[in-house]
């Protein structure tokens, strides 16, 4: 069972809406931090946003003020509102987890934090 799966993706034209769901089949409540990435064609995976276990949220520079990151630990799912739209957002999108039994001291943003991925979804946004 895929323990992370991202729903929401699609095609828009700039200056539109999208919300990105992950569903959780592990107990996302327990987690250190939960988060969403991307990567675009010939681009690094990069961090979007993410949420602490205290509810504390990081965004990436590039969408603040644009995106939200929430959580609904009852259904166990992640989503990602995302607004403004700007072509510079396709990408291919994923949920992660922190499920380390550790304290990871390093940024929201490093890959290494989180040990539990999504297959992703596919955002694309036309100018």
């Known amino acids: 069972q895929v323990p992370l799966v991202e729903s929401g993706g699609g095609s828009v034209q700039a200056g539109g809406s999208l919300r990105l769901s992950c569903a959780s089949s592990?107990?996302?409540?327990?987690?250190?931090?939960m988060g969403w990435f991307r990567q675009a064609p010939g681009k690094k995976r990069e961090g979007v946003a993410a949420?602490?276990?205290?509810?504390?949220?990081f965004y990436a520079d590039s969408v603040k003020g644009r995106f939200t990151i929430s959580q609904d630990n009852a259904d166990n799912t992640l989503y990602l509102q995302m607004t403004s739209l700007k072509p510079e957002d396709t990408a291919l999108y994923y949920c992660?987890?922190?499920?380390?039994?550790?304290?990871?001291?390093?940024?929201?943003?490093?890959?290494?934090?989180?040990?539990?991925w999504g297959q992703g979804t596919q955002v694309t946004v036309s100018s």
């Open positions: 949420i602490a276990s205290d509810g504390f949220t």
């Open positions: 592990i107990n996302a409540a327990n987690s250190n931090y």
């Open positions: 992660a987890a922190d499920m380390n039994g550790y304290l990871y001291s390093g940024s929201w943003a490093d890959l290494g934090r989180y040990n539990y």
